[in-house]
């Protein structure tokens, strides 16, 4: 035995991962629609909600599931936790080393939007 408990905390991480990643998502898309110069107030109030709702929700989310200790943009060296050393990772699968890349195409899809609606 010994294995389902570090099984459970990557498992666990990779969701709180994902998570992070969607709400980061979306505040980037909408400032990225802001940025590009399409501007209405109901898009500015949803950059505002979508940033400051994906800061709050970080600091709820984003803690280690082991010891439930803040990870902030550090928090984790090598795949594991600063503070307990747990892995949080394991880089095998395809998928979780190019997570980053839905937030980068959200960012793209934001951008798109706002063009195609603003060239009307
Ligand atoms: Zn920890």
Not at 19 to 24: C, E, I, L, M, P
Not at 43 to 49: C, F
Not at 98 to 107: D, E, I
Request: aromatic letters at 8%; a positive charge; one cysteine or more.
């Amino acid at each position: 035995m010994g294995g389902s408990h570090e099984d459970w905390v990557i498992t666990e991480f990779r969701a709180r991962e994902q998570r992070q990643n969607v709400a980061t998502g979306v505040t980037l898309a909408s400032l990225a629609g802001l940025a590009s110069g399409f501007f209405t107030e109901g898009l500015a109030l949803m950059a505002v909600i979508a940033t400051v709702g994906s800061i709050l929700f970080g600091f709820s989310n984003w803690s280690c599931p082991s010891c439930s200790k803040h990870l902030g943009k550090n928090g984790v060296r090598d795949g594991c936790c600063y503070s307990c050393g747990v892995r949080l990772k394991d880089d095998s699968s395809w998928m979780e080393r190019h997570w980053h890349l839905g937030p980068a195409l959200l960012l793209l899809a934001g951008v798109i939007v706002a063009l195609l609606i603003r060239s009307r």
